[in-house]
């Protein structure tokens, strides 16, 4: 039995900003118990029932976090997604393993194994505000909200395929969405207009669950009978009858704030095969179910182009842009339309400026005015090394000479132009005398 369990009552799972916790499903303990504690900011909650996994997003730590869910209650985290801006949605696919986020900050639908590994860009066109995304695995289908400039519910395959509009009128401000798996049914909450509907999972037969009596819904779940929501304004989770919106009452008030909600049940999460569930479909990387046969589709990380064969990826970009972004480094693949940016995970960057690349090692260089130094890591951030860090001033230009394996570089500091091998050993200044503020600096290997 999990903490707090209640025989015959739903366990629920939610965020509140500074922890994440459970309740049962009738309030009769009256209490809470906190899964993880000392957060920032805890915004979406869902959880892999089979494995046991609890995954959460922060929007302050711009990361999806993991804890394993356990009968004694701890602190264990873990950072599955980093480098995030404002992930204010999360679902868990629990057929196909993978995690579903939204991010209101850069406007971005984004995929990934449950490890974090494979992050794909899925929708990055036409969301302004998304938030809310729920998981129809069975039918192979997800939906979301979007709180924008043009309020609305889309859905789409689960592959990305299939993206149509389903719910734009009378809508405002759409927080809470849920799936009843079982009557195939969609409920939402709207915080502006303060009702709670539902309709058909392609947006047909709208009806009214409960209206005027809600005062600032944000996230909605369901058990067998009974939908859950989250106030911001009471600071309670409230419970009704999902068939006609009666049976109205609080399970649990007086909390600090009160984000995102999920029954955690195994019930929520029914297991059947898939195309994904043998051999990950045949794919090298991400298998997504998708509503056009056969059903799937295979799909590479962000930036990386699928081969012929529809099965398996290229080892990486072909064409990247490097940015220096003052305090971090990104790098965005021009083989694929998205142009999505991705930071490279190296820690230090305190004021990056100049940048350059060796394709033959596939090493990345950039200079760093406030650590004065020359440093250089691979493209994703991994075998970070300082190469030049004594009388180096302020580096604002590099260049690669990739064909004799040498590293040039200015200093408007020094007033010097240097040279090194491409390891930081056999330092030369090249050039010393009449120069005054030497700044950019491109080399032409062929014409010496
Ligand atoms: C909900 O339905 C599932 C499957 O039908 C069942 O196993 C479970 O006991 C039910 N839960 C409650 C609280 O009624
Ligand atoms: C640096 O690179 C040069 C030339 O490739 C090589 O001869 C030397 O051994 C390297 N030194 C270190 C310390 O790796």
């Not at 015959?8 to 309030?27: H, Y």
């Not at 494995?51 to 873990?78: H, N, R, Y």
């Not at 947006?203 to 369901?222: D, K, N």
């Not at 580096?395 to 570089?409: C, E, T």
Request: proline fraction near 5%.
């Amino acid at each position: 039995c999990l903490p707090l369990c209640v025989p015959g009552s739903p366990l629920l799972l939610f965020a509140n900003r500074r922890d994440v916790r459970l309740v049962d499903g009738e309030g009769v303990r009256g209490e809470s118990a906190i899964v993880v504690s000392d957060l920032e900011d805890a915004a979406a909650v869902d959880f892999f029932f089979e494995e046991g996994l609890i995954f959460w997003t922060d929007v302050s730590e711009e990361a999806i976090k993991q804890t394993p869910l356990k009968e004694s209650l701890g602190t264990d985290q873990t950072v599955v997604v980093p480098g995030l801006d404002s992930p204010d949605g999360l679902a868990c696919d629990w057929l196909s393993k993978k995690l579903y986020w939204t991010d209101s900050e850069t406007n971005r639908i984004e995929v990934a194994n449950l490890d974090g590994s494979s992050r794909k860009v899925l929708f990055w066109m036409d969301l302004d505000q998304p938030r809310a995304i729920a998981l129809n695995p069975a039918q192979r289908y997800m939906y979301w909200t979007d709180w924008g400039e043009e309020p609305r519910i889309e859905r789409a395959g689960m592959d990305g395929r299939r993206r149509e509009v389903i719910i734009n009128e009378d809508i405002f401000w759409p927080n809470g969405l849920t799936v009843d798996l079982e009557e195939q049914k969609l409920y939402w909450a709207d915080a502006k207009l303060s009702f709670i509907h539902r309709a058909n999972l392609d947006g047909s037969a709208r009806e009214t669950v409960v209206e005027g009596t809600l005062t600032h819904p944000f996230a909605l779940t369901l058990s067998n009978e009974t939908l859950f929501w989250t106030d911001w304004q009471t600071h309670s989770i409230h419970a009704c009858n999902k068939h006609r919106g009666d049976k109205t009452r609080e399970i649990l008030g007086g909390i600090y704030s009160p984000m995102g909600i999920q029954v955690l049940e195994s019930y929520r999460q029914p297991y059947i095969r898939t195309p994904c569930s043998d051999n990950n479909g045949g794919c090298s990387h991400l298998c997504l179910l998708s509503p056009v046969p056969p059903f799937y589709s295979c799909t590479c990380p962000t930036g990386v182009q699928l081969r012929a064969d529809g099965k398996t990826c290229k080892p990486g970009a072909e064409q990247v842009l490097l940015l220096a972004r003052r305090t971090d480094l990104r790098r965005i693949s021009l083989d694929l339309p998205d142009f999505t940016d991705i930071v490279l995970q190296v820690d230090g960057i305190r004021h990056a400026i100049a940048i350059d690349y060796d394709p033959v090692e596939g090493y990345v260089y950039w200079t760093d005015d406030e650590v004065r130094a020359i440093r250089r890591s691979r493209l994703d951030g991994s075998n970070a090394v300082m190469l030049v860090t004594t009388e180096i001033n302020h580096p604002d230009g590099i260049a690669v000479d990739w064909v004799s394996r040498n590293l040039y570089w200015t200093d408007t500091g020094t007033d010097r132009i240097e040279v090194t091998r491409l390891n930081g050993t056999s330092r030369k200044i090249l050039i010393s005398e009449n120069l005054d503020e030497p700044r950019a600096i491109v080399l032409d290997p062929v014409n010496g």
